[in-house]
């Protein structure tokens, strides 16, 4: 037996969903059953994300010396193979015959659910947010520690000057990850070169994207590198408060998140005079109510503080004019998320990673009607083709150079479709915008040829609507109009002119509207007009188009 052996149970909600904590505690009890027997049984580990969810609950092993495995769709009664696969030695009642080995029992047992590590899906992901999302017990700050976690807030403290760590985030390049993609030195700097007096840092971590679960597994996976990254920036912008903006449909991210900061005061990593410096600082939850437009910077401030969660215009941007009329520094989880190692490695580091106006890695939410589904986190120039192909395997069944793939929607409910056609498009900023479309925060569902394209539009149209605050009459009224318009072509009631009304439509909209919510709401419908016109065209009524006899080409659309 190899002393040290670990399965790692995978704790995100996605297995736990699965039914992942009946399989830990079935692990745990069967390695209790070893122990009893005189055997040395591996420890059983609940951590964040194993990255493919579609297909949980995983559970990793660990032996030392020996390549690493992972199992899918791991069952409670196959605890016990498990724990003698990392034994060597274990009794395994598997129903298989009599007089096996133990350990040809439990592969016995264990037949069909390993996964190949070497898969693409696997090998060509580059870790940074996630480099420990899946290794540690995020519930446990030793395990995090043990890792490396707060090292480099304790350099940071002891040898750099705020301007030191500001200039290192702005060499490498790192933009925002939140969507809009500012850079984040420059907005450190503008909140750190107001006048003198208060500041405020704040982690969005609202996550409004409905197909979007990257920060929502930073939180429940490796919550203590949000709590560094959070307070390397606080130091470097000067602030000593900061607030964590988490939607309530995140119940186990926001547990082990207070548990982070309850662990993190306790070692003297938040607080008064932080590794012993003249540093302080007070970091505390904020629960919100799930709006989208929470999403947008003053709304998500307007909730914090108690109020309706609407925009209010720009400027005062927050970074000038925050919380409390202080300036106030914004970061979603991913982005604070890749400070420790931006400083642990350099700015030149990661600098190095992507391309010239996209540095750094990305981390993806794959999903719709795709192989594999789950979390990649990539360098940032990768092509669509690469993350929903090579590594997400294209429509189950799907044919052809496209892998059956029509479309792959990008940035959520603000972003846009891009056709198969163009899957050779690396993921960066310019690129995606240039299609109609956008990073946002990084959400891609990918969808089949029977699609419908504009009944694809329909659906962002109507969640525009549903999360719409209504202060400003282009999105409260536009956006209706337009779900309305949307209609005709999926019911195939339009008419040629309908066309020219859908795109005046979203022009006024987008130009018009106070917020971003707003201005981007036509992108799913601007893109799928640009790159399947045939589709609306067909949907008119005129002899040339659909008839109702059921002839129209476009199918029903799944649900993004």
Same mark, same amino acid.
């Given at each position: 037996?190899?002393?040290?052996?670990?399965?790692?149970?995978?704790?995100?909600?996605?297995?736990?969903?699965?039914?992942?904590?009946?399989?830990?505690?079935?692990? @745990?009890?069967?390695?209790?059953?070893? !122990?009893?027997?005189?055997?040395?049984?591996?420890?059983?580990?609940?951590? #964040?994300?194993?990255?493919?969810?579609?297909?949980?609950?995983?559970?990793?092993?660990?032996?030392?010396?020996?390549?690493?495995?992972?199992?899918?769709?791991?069952?409670?009664?196959?605890?016990?193979?498990?724990?003698?696969?990392?034994?060597?030695?274990?009794?395994?009642?598997?129903?298989?015959?009599?007089?096996?080995?133990?350990?040809?029992?439990?592969?016995?047992?264990?037949?069909?659910? @390993?996964?190949?590590?070497?898969?693409?899906?696997?090998?060509?992901?580059?870790?940074?947010?996630?480099?420990?999302?899946?290794?540690?017990?995020?519930?446990?700050?030793?395990?995090?520690?043990?890792?490396?976690?707060?090292?480099?807030?304790?350099?940071?403290?002891?040898?750099?000057?705020?301007?030191? $760590?500001?200039?290192?985030?702005?060499?490498?390049?790192?933009? #925002?990850?939140?969507?809009?993609?500012?850079?984040?030195?420059?907005?450190?700097?503008?909140?750190?070169?107001?006048?003198?007096?208060?500041?405020?840092?704040?982690?969005?971590?609202?996550?409004?994207?409905?197909?979007?679960?990257?920060? *929502?597994?930073?939180?429940?996976?490796?919550?203590?590198?949000?709590?560094?990254?959070?307070?390397?920036?606080?130091?470097?912008?000067?602030?000593?408060?900061?607030?964590?903006?988490?939607?309530?449909?995140?119940?186990?991210?926001? @547990?082990?998140?207070?548990?982070?900061?309850?662990?993190?005061?306790?070692?003297?990593?938040?607080?008064?005079?932080?590794?012993?410096?003249?540093?302080?600082?007070?970091?505390?939850?904020?629960?919100?109510? #799930?709006?989208?437009?929470? =999403? @947008?910077?003053?709304?998500?401030?307007?909730?914090?503080?108690?109020? *309706?969660?609407?925009?209010?215009?720009?400027?005062?941007?927050?970074?000038?004019? =925050?919380?409390?009329?202080?300036?106030?520094?914004?970061?979603?989880?991913?982005?604070?998320?890749?400070?420790?190692?931006?400083?642990?490695?350099?700015?030149?580091?990661?600098?190095?990673?992507?391309?010239?106006?996209?540095?750094?890695?990305? $981390?993806?939410?794959?999903?719709?009607?795709?192989? *594999?589904?789950?979390?990649?986190?990539?360098?940032?120039?990768?092509?669509?083709?690469?993350?929903?192909?090579?590594?997400?395997?294209?429509?189950?069944?799907?044919?052809?150079?496209?892998?059956?793939?029509?479309?792959?929607?990008?940035?959520?409910?603000?972003?846009?479709?891009?056709?198969?056609?163009?899957?050779?498009?690396?993921?960066?900023?310019?690129?995606?915008?240039?299609?109609?479309?956008?990073?946002?925060?990084? =959400?891609?569902?990918?969808?089949?040829?029977?699609?419908?394209?504009?009944?694809?539009?329909?659906?962002?149209?109507?969640?525009?609507?549903?999360?719409?605050?209504?202060?400003?009459?282009?999105?409260?009224?536009?956006?209706?109009?337009? !779900?309305?318009?949307?209609?005709?072509?999926?019911?195939?009631?339009?008419?040629?002119?309908?066309?020219?009304?859908?795109?005046?439509?979203?022009?006024?909209?987008?130009?018009?509207?106070?917020?971003?919510?707003?201005?981007?709401?036509?992108?799913?419908?601007?893109?799928?007009?640009?790159?399947?016109?045939?589709?609306?065209?067909?949907?008119? *009524?005129?002899?040339?188009?659909?008839?109702?006899?059921?002839?129209?080409?476009?199918?029903?659309?799944?649900?993004?």
């Amino acid at each position: 037996m190899a002393a040290g052996a670990c399965l790692r149970c995978c704790g995100a909600s996605g297995c736990r969903s699965a039914g992942s904590e009946a399989v830990r505690q079935a692990l @745990e009890g069967a390695a209790e059953r070893a !122990a009893a027997a005189g055997q040395a049984p591996p420890a059983i580990r609940p951590v #964040g994300c194993l990255r493919l969810c579609g297909r949980g609950p995983l559970v990793a092993l660990d032996r030392p010396q020996q390549p690493g495995r992972l199992f899918a769709a791991v069952r409670p009664e196959q605890a016990a193979a498990l724990v003698a696969a990392a034994t060597g030695a274990a009794e395994v009642a598997c129903g298989v015959e009599p007089g096996m080995a133990a350990s040809a029992l439990a592969e016995a047992a264990l037949a069909g659910q @390993e996964l190949d590590l070497g898969h693409p899906f696997f090998a060509l992901q580059q870790p940074v947010v996630l480099e420990n999302c899946g290794w540690i017990d995020p519930t446990a700050i030793d395990d995090a520690l043990a890792r490396g976690a707060y090292g480099q807030l304790q350099r940071v403290l002891s040898g750099f000057t705020p301007e030191a $760590v500001r200039e290192q985030v702005k060499r490498s390049g790192l933009r #925002g990850r939140g969507g809009a993609g500012y850079p984040t030195g420059l907005k450190w700097d503008t909140v750190a070169l107001q006048p003198p007096g208060p500041r405020t840092v704040v982690c969005n971590a609202d996550e409004g994207d409905p197909g979007a679960f990257m920060d *929502r597994s930073v939180l429940e996976g490796d919550p203590h590198r949000l709590i560094e990254g959070m307070a390397i920036a606080a130091y470097a912008v000067g602030a000593a408060q900061g607030y964590v903006y988490v939607r309530a449909e995140y119940p186990l991210a926001i @547990e082990r998140l207070r548990l982070a900061l309850r662990q993190a005061r306790s070692r003297g990593f938040l607080g008064e005079r932080i590794a012993g410096t003249g540093f302080r600082l007070r970091l505390e939850v904020r629960v919100g109510a #799930g709006a989208y437009v929470c =999403g @947008e910077e003053t709304a998500l401030l307007a909730s914090i503080q108690g109020q *309706r969660g609407t925009p209010r215009p720009r400027p005062p941007f927050p970074a000038q004019v =925050g919380l409390g009329g202080a300036p106030t520094l914004i970061n979603n989880v991913e982005t604070l998320a890749a400070i420790p190692a931006i400083l642990r490695e350099g700015g030149d580091w990661y600098a190095a990673i992507g391309t010239e106006g996209s540095r750094g890695t990305k $981390v993806f939410a794959l999903s719709g009607a795709v192989e *594999r589904t789950g979390l990649v986190e990539v360098p940032m120039g990768t092509s669509l083709r690469t993350v929903v192909l090579t590594m997400g395997g294209g429509v189950p069944g799907g044919e052809g150079p496209h892998g059956g793939i029509k479309a792959v929607q990008t940035g959520g409910p603000s972003g846009g479709c891009i056709p198969a056609a163009l899957l050779d498009t690396p993921v960066d900023y310019a690129r995606l915008t240039a299609l109609g479309s956008m990073m946002g925060s990084g =959400g891609m569902v990918v969808m089949g040829e029977s699609t419908s394209m504009p009944e694809v539009a329909r659906h962002f149209m109507r969640f525009s609507v549903q999360e719409s605050c209504g202060k400003c009459v282009p999105c409260r009224a536009g956006t209706v109009q337009l !779900a309305q318009l949307l209609d005709r072509f999926v019911e195939r009631r339009a008419v040629p002119q309908d066309l020219e009304r859908l795109e005046q439509l979203c022009a006024m909209v987008g130009r018009t509207s106070l917020c971003g919510l707003g201005q981007a709401a036509p992108n799913p419908v601007l893109s799928t007009l640009r790159h399947f016109r045939h589709e609306y065209e067909a949907a008119c *009524r005129e002899p040339s188009g659909c008839q109702t006899s059921g002839s129209c080409p476009i199918g029903e659309a799944p649900r993004p």
